[in-house]
Protein backbone atom coordinates (compact mmCIF):
# COMPACT_ATOMS: atom_id res chain seq x y z
CA UNK A 1 0.00 0.00 0.00
CA UNK A 2 2.96 1.90 0.99
CA UNK A 3 4.37 2.06 -2.79
CA UNK A 4 1.44 2.09 -4.33
CA UNK A 5 0.91 5.43 -2.34
CA UNK A 6 4.29 6.86 -3.20
CA UNK A 7 3.84 5.91 -6.92
CA UNK A 8 1.07 7.81 -7.12
CA UNK A 9 1.97 10.95 -5.41
CA UNK A 10 5.36 10.98 -7.66
CA UNK A 11 2.54 10.15 -10.90
CA UNK A 12 0.08 13.00 -9.27
CA UNK A 13 3.08 15.63 -8.66
CA UNK A 14 4.55 15.54 -12.06
CA UNK A 15 0.74 15.55 -13.80
CA UNK A 16 0.26 19.03 -11.65
CA UNK A 17 3.53 20.29 -12.88
CA UNK A 18 2.13 19.32 -16.21
CA UNK A 19 -0.40 21.03 -16.10
CA UNK A 20 0.37 24.30 -13.92
CA UNK A 21 3.15 25.09 -16.62
CA UNK A 22 2.03 23.50 -19.57
CA UNK A 23 5.69 21.93 -20.08
CA UNK A 24 6.22 17.98 -20.64
CA UNK A 25 9.90 18.42 -18.79
CA UNK A 26 9.56 16.12 -16.33
CA UNK A 27 6.94 13.49 -17.74
CA UNK A 28 9.90 11.02 -18.44
CA UNK A 29 10.60 10.15 -15.08
CA UNK A 30 7.17 8.29 -15.26
CA UNK A 31 8.98 6.05 -17.92
CA UNK A 32 11.85 5.88 -15.68
CA UNK A 33 9.74 5.22 -12.64
CA UNK A 34 8.02 2.22 -14.59
CA UNK A 35 11.73 0.90 -15.76
CA UNK A 36 12.54 1.22 -11.78
CA UNK A 37 9.35 -1.29 -10.87
CA UNK A 38 10.07 -4.20 -13.23
CA UNK A 39 12.99 -5.67 -10.90
CA UNK A 40 10.56 -5.66 -7.77
CA UNK A 41 8.08 -7.09 -10.21
CA UNK A 42 10.41 -10.13 -10.81
CA UNK A 43 11.76 -10.79 -7.72
CA UNK A 44 8.25 -10.80 -6.48
CA UNK A 45 7.32 -13.12 -8.55
CA UNK A 46 10.16 -15.17 -7.23
CA UNK A 47 9.07 -14.79 -3.78
CA UNK A 48 4.98 -15.39 -4.63
CA UNK A 49 5.60 -18.77 -6.44
CA UNK A 50 8.68 -20.03 -4.42
CA UNK A 51 10.67 -21.10 -7.21
CA UNK A 52 13.28 -23.75 -6.63
CA UNK A 53 14.25 -24.82 -10.32
CA UNK A 54 17.57 -24.08 -11.05
CA UNK A 55 17.27 -23.12 -14.48
CA UNK A 56 14.27 -20.35 -14.48
CA UNK A 57 15.33 -19.08 -11.23
CA UNK A 58 18.92 -18.46 -13.03
CA UNK A 59 16.94 -17.11 -15.99
CA UNK A 60 14.73 -14.55 -13.13
CA UNK A 61 18.14 -13.58 -11.68
CA UNK A 62 19.75 -12.84 -14.96
CA UNK A 63 16.60 -10.46 -16.54
CA UNK A 64 16.73 -8.85 -12.39
CA UNK A 65 20.56 -8.10 -12.69
CA UNK A 66 19.63 -6.58 -16.32
CA UNK A 67 16.42 -4.10 -15.23
CA UNK A 68 18.52 -3.34 -11.44
CA UNK A 69 19.98 -0.74 -12.57
CA UNK A 70 16.42 0.96 -13.58
CA UNK A 71 15.84 1.80 -9.89
CA UNK A 72 18.79 3.56 -8.72
CA UNK A 73 19.37 5.04 -12.29
CA UNK A 74 16.34 8.19 -10.92
CA UNK A 75 18.51 9.20 -8.92
CA UNK A 76 20.91 10.97 -11.33
CA UNK A 77 17.91 12.91 -12.90
CA UNK A 78 19.15 15.51 -9.87
CA UNK A 79 20.89 16.66 -13.51
CA UNK A 80 17.79 18.32 -14.89
CA UNK A 81 17.29 20.65 -11.96
CA UNK A 82 17.61 23.89 -12.93
CA UNK A 83 17.81 27.26 -11.13
CA UNK A 84 15.63 28.69 -13.99
CA UNK A 85 12.82 26.71 -14.94
CA UNK A 86 9.13 26.76 -15.84
CA UNK A 87 8.65 25.86 -12.16
CA UNK A 88 9.79 27.21 -8.88
CA UNK A 89 13.46 24.76 -8.02
CA UNK A 90 12.14 23.78 -4.99
CA UNK A 91 8.96 21.97 -6.51
CA UNK A 92 11.19 20.56 -9.34
CA UNK A 93 13.75 19.02 -6.56
CA UNK A 94 10.73 17.59 -4.44
CA UNK A 95 9.39 16.25 -7.62
CA UNK A 96 12.66 14.73 -8.99
CA UNK A 97 13.49 13.14 -5.47
CA UNK A 98 10.06 12.12 -5.06
CA UNK A 99 10.54 9.81 -8.13
CA UNK A 100 14.38 9.01 -6.94
CA UNK A 101 13.39 7.92 -3.63
CA UNK A 102 10.48 5.86 -4.64
CA UNK A 103 12.39 3.93 -7.61
CA UNK A 104 15.09 3.60 -5.25
CA UNK A 105 12.42 1.63 -2.84
CA UNK A 106 10.89 -0.35 -5.18
CA UNK A 107 15.02 -1.43 -5.79
CA UNK A 108 15.86 -1.94 -2.27
CA UNK A 109 13.19 -3.98 -1.84
CA UNK A 110 13.72 -6.25 -4.98
CA UNK A 111 17.28 -6.66 -3.73
CA UNK A 112 16.36 -7.91 -0.01
CA UNK A 113 14.38 -10.01 -1.88
CA UNK A 114 16.89 -11.30 -3.80
CA UNK A 115 19.13 -11.67 -0.64
CA UNK A 116 16.51 -13.66 0.89
CA UNK A 117 16.12 -15.97 -1.83
CA UNK A 118 20.02 -16.90 -2.33
CA UNK A 119 20.63 -17.57 1.07
CA UNK A 120 18.48 -20.42 1.35
CA UNK A 121 21.26 -21.68 -0.95
CA UNK A 122 24.26 -20.08 0.13
CA UNK A 123 25.99 -19.54 2.40
CA UNK A 124 25.49 -16.23 4.51
CA UNK A 125 29.52 -14.64 3.04
CA UNK A 126 28.79 -16.16 -0.06
CA UNK A 127 25.25 -13.78 -0.59
CA UNK A 128 26.91 -10.98 0.91
CA UNK A 129 29.33 -10.94 -1.71
CA UNK A 130 26.91 -11.48 -4.46
CA UNK A 131 24.78 -8.44 -2.84
CA UNK A 132 27.77 -5.89 -2.79
CA UNK A 133 28.53 -6.90 -6.17
CA UNK A 134 25.12 -6.90 -7.56
CA UNK A 135 25.57 -3.11 -6.33
CA UNK A 136 28.54 -2.40 -8.23
CA UNK A 137 27.12 -4.07 -11.26
CA UNK A 138 24.05 -1.83 -11.27
CA UNK A 139 26.53 1.13 -10.50
CA UNK A 140 28.37 0.63 -13.69
CA UNK A 141 24.99 -0.03 -15.45
CA UNK A 142 24.14 3.62 -14.19
CA UNK A 143 26.82 5.43 -15.81
CA UNK A 144 26.38 3.42 -19.28
CA UNK A 145 22.45 4.33 -18.99
CA UNK A 146 23.42 8.11 -17.83
CA UNK A 147 26.32 8.65 -19.63
CA UNK A 148 26.51 6.49 -23.09
CA UNK A 149 22.53 6.76 -22.79
CA UNK A 150 22.37 2.77 -23.38
CA UNK A 151 19.34 0.78 -21.95
CA UNK A 152 18.26 -2.42 -20.68
CA UNK A 153 16.71 -3.02 -23.49
CA UNK A 154 19.99 -2.94 -25.77
CA UNK A 155 21.25 -6.26 -24.90
CA UNK A 156 18.44 -7.87 -27.39
CA UNK A 157 18.58 -4.46 -30.13
CA UNK A 158 22.12 -4.09 -30.01
CA UNK A 159 24.16 -6.74 -27.87
CA UNK A 160 27.44 -5.92 -29.89
CA UNK A 161 27.39 -2.43 -29.39
CA UNK A 162 27.11 -2.68 -25.61
CA UNK A 163 29.67 -5.23 -25.53
CA UNK A 164 32.13 -3.18 -27.49
CA UNK A 165 31.51 0.11 -25.28
CA UNK A 166 31.66 -2.69 -21.93
CA UNK A 167 34.75 -4.55 -22.84
CA UNK A 168 36.37 -0.98 -24.06
CA UNK A 169 36.42 -0.32 -20.29
CA UNK A 170 37.46 -3.28 -19.03
CA UNK A 171 40.22 -3.65 -21.49
CA UNK A 172 41.64 0.44 -21.31
CA UNK A 173 40.47 1.08 -17.59
CA UNK A 174 42.76 3.83 -17.47
CA UNK A 175 41.19 5.76 -20.67
CA UNK A 176 37.92 6.25 -18.76
CA UNK A 177 38.54 7.61 -15.27
CA UNK A 178 34.58 8.73 -15.10
CA UNK A 179 33.40 5.53 -15.90
CA UNK A 180 35.33 3.69 -12.61
CA UNK A 181 34.85 6.80 -10.57
CA UNK A 182 31.60 6.85 -11.03
CA UNK A 183 31.07 3.02 -10.30
CA UNK A 184 32.90 3.14 -7.65
CA UNK A 185 31.59 6.51 -5.52
CA UNK A 186 28.20 5.41 -6.60
CA UNK A 187 28.76 1.69 -5.79
CA UNK A 188 29.52 2.17 -2.51
CA UNK A 189 26.67 5.15 -1.81
CA UNK A 190 24.29 2.58 -2.81
CA UNK A 191 25.93 -0.34 -0.63
CA UNK A 192 25.61 2.18 2.65
CA UNK A 193 22.15 2.98 1.98
CA UNK A 194 21.29 -0.41 1.81
CA UNK A 195 23.23 -1.47 4.55
CA UNK A 196 21.48 1.50 6.68
CA UNK A 197 18.08 0.38 6.15
CA UNK A 198 18.84 -3.32 6.41
CA UNK A 199 20.35 -3.07 9.74
CA UNK A 200 17.66 -0.30 11.29
CA UNK A 201 15.69 -2.30 13.16
CA UNK A 202 12.54 -0.45 14.73
CA UNK A 203 12.37 -0.81 18.81
CA UNK A 204 9.38 -2.35 20.03
CA UNK A 205 6.39 -1.05 21.42
CA UNK A 206 5.49 -1.87 24.84
CA UNK A 207 1.90 -2.00 25.21
CA UNK A 208 0.60 -0.91 28.61
Given at each position: ????????????????????T??????F?N??????????T????M??????K????????????????????????????????????????????????????????S????????????????????I??????????????????W?????I????G???DI???????????????????????L?????????????P???K
Amino acid sequence: MLLIAMTLFCMAISITRYLITDTKVFLFLNWNLFLAIIPWTISSLMVVYELNKKLPLILLIISWILFFPNSPYILTDLFHLKLKGSAPIWFDLVLILSFAWTGLVYGLISLMDIEKHLSTYLNRKLTSTLIISFIFLASFGIYLGRYLRWNSWDIISNPLGLAGDIMDRFMHPLSHPRTWGMTLLMGILLNMIYFSIKFIKPNPVEIK
